[in-house]
């Protein structure tokens, strides 16, 4: 079957999350799945969205669902950047990723002081906003009116389609008494260099490329520190006041990308169900659709898929309903998320890795789908977000009443 003609397992939830504006995106991001699958291997040869693309999902509005409404965005609900992630995920995991990327960098500058948000988005409310949030490859030290930022940082995903870009680093002190920050630096095109890195084998039209700065400066209100973006209300709460951006940031990190993998696996297995159907074994002529081990594989790997997509949506669900209330999640909900988001991605590569393996050696072709939902798969999984063994031992540490190992939560 065609992506397109699948029937939808979303569930609309909540109270924005169930609204027309909210059906009128996931709509909108459905109906762009037949042209995504047709440009798949085109954006794989290019390393980075096709033109199109880029102006299929501004012309949607996808890029900017959890805008502020002030400036024109649609402001939906958290789990909308799942929902929307898992639909074109169906098509291209590459043009997935960088929708959920971008879009959720509109979402993090409504939480920077006005200056920021109006400085970016006066200029053009369509702008887009690249990251890195890897803190240690960058080092900032304070100055008067700002600070003073130099590094290299890896994975800045749809940079080259940028104008702004998000960047993480250590903020550093003469005075050892002061100790070490964390903080998030907003920084105009001109005050990066961008480098051509990416080469790789999955995501491999992301055009997540390095970035370099050399000792740039950074007003004050050009950056945020990551203890103002851990729940509750933010620098941009004064004129963004939706819960949306009172949710802790970095808690969930993970769900801004793992709809795309929930994506990629729905349709691997729309498509071995759909071959299952009419292939028969090379050795037997027996229908594949008979043997019970294919009933069964498709079984598990729904099982995983469905389970996953559970755990995605409800963390997002109960975050917002938390932010409704004005509760800030103390740690043990903080590291649960961590935790959920790294176990469902998981969820979801082992489905892909099954489907793989049974299908034999028709999955082998470079002509067919399934090797780059294979390669996409595994290269969602290395994200550190989706590493079970950090995201679990963190959680594990905080039930034994041990502090958390995670400074940006």
Known sequence: MA??????????????????????MIAKARSLLPQLCERAARTEELRHLPPETERDL?????????QPSRVGGAELDYVALVDCAELLGKADASVAWNLANLASHHWMLGMFERRAQDLVWGRDPDTLIASSFIFPAGRATRVEGGYRLHGSWP??????SCEWNMLASVVYSDDEADGIEYRIFLLPKGDYKVLDTWNVAGLRGTGSCDVEVREVFVADHMSVGVGDL???????SAVNPNPLYALPVFSLFPYVLSGVALGNAQACLDDYIEVAHYRVSTYNRAKLSDFQSTQIKIAEASAKIDAARLIMRSACL???????RGHIPDMATKTRYR???????NLCTDAVSMLFAASGARGLFTSGVLQRQFRDAHAINSHLAFNFDAAGTNYGRVALGLPSENLTL
């Open 318 to 324: 109960d975050a917002m309903e938390d932010a409704r």
């Open 339 to 345: 935790r959920d988001g790294a176990f469902s991605v």
């Open 58 to 66: 501004h012309e949607s509005g996808l890029f900017r669902m959890l």
């Open 230 to 236: 851990s729940g509750g209300p933010t620098p941009g």
């Open 3 to 24: 992506p397109g003609q699948q029937p939808s397992m979303i569930q609309p939830t909540g109270s924005q999350a169930g609204g027309e504006a909210y059906a009128s």
């Open 155 to 160: 994975f800045s995903s749809g940079v080259a």
